[in-house]
């Protein structure tokens, strides 16, 4: 048995591979790498340039189309902050109460369109869900650095308290709130006005104000002043400027008589089914709540022709009779500055007008005491002509902003060449930007007619 050797095992070692396919095989793949990953990022460009060539294609369709609709802001928004639009640069940016032209939809989050105002151009409008995002969005970054700087103050409250020879008292909630509240949040590219401050009532939901109101394709006017309408004076002097802005604007410009209550026609009322219940059945008067929604709607598809609409409006005597509805008017107030005057006039119409001289006066006395900000166009002018001279330059001018000119140019390439830019006299058209009409009260230059 000794002779028998007992077999050796072999041992199976593990041999890597060798140094030199190692570095083939490492450097194979950092080679193969760069070239997929630039490939994908070519393809992504390509796809982009193509996405964004065609939206820029839309966006020269849409300036000879028609207005869709038109809206109101109730918010503000930078495009300049954070342009995500489809073509980059054409984002419109905009302030609070300022007017829209939407042509079409582009898509869920974006609108074309273009301000109301003198020299703008089509551009792509943030839709109300794009708004709702950014303003869900900067919540969440605001509540987050809310968070951190209440759990800073109250870690440095408590390092304060174990600190008894500072002597200190904690500050109190109310001083806490405000150093958070001021702290710097950073800029974001939408801003809502900031509300009025009321008591919170229980038990009630609190409403969230939208971003846009639809109004009337065209603001309409209304006159008011200098008194009460259905009185001599009053129906007078409103009558000749009707007379004038008929001739002066012939073609162009619609006058139409407005018997209808129009005051009753509140956003909050005709949304709510309810509260047009209650109040179709405690209305005593003959004027119910479906003949206003139909005049309404009939102001509005006036307002679509893209005229000028003028109301004549038996029943509205105050701007606060229409602030609350969707009809976004043009005020104009027809003034007489002195007291005297007025009177004067009133007593010369006769002794059946100078019966109602108290009612006239107190209603003038009213308008007199609004802000100036609540009216667009205040007529204080001495003289009828001059008066009918400084509405006609106001409408000129609304005429201009509403009516841009359409320009017969070829559609600018992603990539501008020099030979493809524009001229010294398009840039300076383009890059024009008069003062907006909406809300001026100062005298604007006169223009020769459009």
């Known amino acids: 048995m000794a002779h028998l050797r007992r077999p050796m095992r072999r041992e199976n070692t593990y041999k890597p591979f060798?140094?030199?396919?190692?570095?083939?095989?490492s450097a194979d793949s950092n080679y193969s790498q760069p070239s997929s990953d630039l490939s994908l990022d070519e393809e992504k460009e390509t796809l982009r340039r193509e996405k964004e060539r065609q939206a820029l294609s839309q966006l020269e369709k849409a300036r000879g189309k028609p207005v869709a609709f038109a809206v109101r802001t109730n918010v503000s928004y930078d495009g300049s902050l954070d342009d995500d639009s489809p073509v980059h640069g054409s984002a419109i940016s905009f302030d609070v109460r300022e007017f829209l032209h939407i042509k079409e939809k582009y898509d869920n989050n974006w609108w074309i369109g273009r301000l109301v105002k003198e020299g703008c151009d089509v551009g792509f409008i943030p839709s109300p869900v794009k708004l709702e995002n950014l303003r869900l969005q900067?919540?969440?970054?605001r509540t987050t650095k809310l968070y951190s700087s209440k759990t800073s103050s109250s870690s440095n409250l408590g390092a304060a308290a174990n600190d008894v020879s500072r002597g200190s008292t904690p500050p109190t909630p109310g001083d806490e709130s405000d150093s958070v509240g001021n702290a710097r949040l950073g800029k974001t590219n939408i801003t809502t006005p900031p509300a009025k401050e009321k008591k919170k009532p229980f038990f009630k939901k609190q409403e969230t104000t939208t971003p846009y109101d639809v109004v009337p394709s065209m603001r309409p006017v209304v006159l008011v002043g200098p008194s009460l309408k259905g009185y001599e004076v009053t129906d007078m002097m409103q009558k000749a400027l009707f007379d004038f802005l008929k001739h002066r604007f012939e073609g162009r410009i619609i006058i139409t008589r407005v018997m209808a209550d129009i005051s009753l026609a509140k956003r909050s009322l005709l949304n709510n089914p309810s509260k047009r219940a209650i109040m179709e059945r405690s209305n005593s008067r003959s004027t119910c709540l479906a003949e206003v929604q139909a005049e309404i709607e009939r102001i509005f598809e006036l307002a679509r022709t893209l005229q000028l609409v003028v109301l004549d409006c038996d029943?509205?005597?105050?701007?606060?009779?229409?602030?609350?509805?969707?009809l976004a008017p043009t005020i104009v107030y027809l003034k007489i500055s002195s007291p005297k005057v007025l009177q004067r006039l009133i007593k010369s119409r006769g002794k059946n007008q100078a019966r109602h001289l108290n009612v006239q006066m107190v209603a003038a006395d009213k308008l007199a005491q609004c802000p100036p900000e609540m009216f667009d166009v205040i007529l204080d002018e001495n003289q009828l002509e001059d008066a009918c001279e400084h509405i006609a330059e106001y409408l000129e001018a609304y005429w201009r902003a509403t009516h841009p000119p359409v320009p017969q140019t070829v559609p600018r390439p992603l990539n501008p060449s020099p030979q493809a830019s524009p001229s010294g006299d398009q840039v300076g058209r383009i890059n024009a930007s008069p003062p907006d009409f909406a809300g001026s009260l100062s005298p604007i230059s006169l223009h020769p007619e459009y």
């Open 315 to 326: 029943t509205i005597n105050h701007p606060s009779q229409l602030a609350k509805t969707s």
């Open 18 to 25: 060798s140094s030199r396919n190692m570095r083939r095989g």
């Open 138 to 141: 900067a919540t969440q970054v």
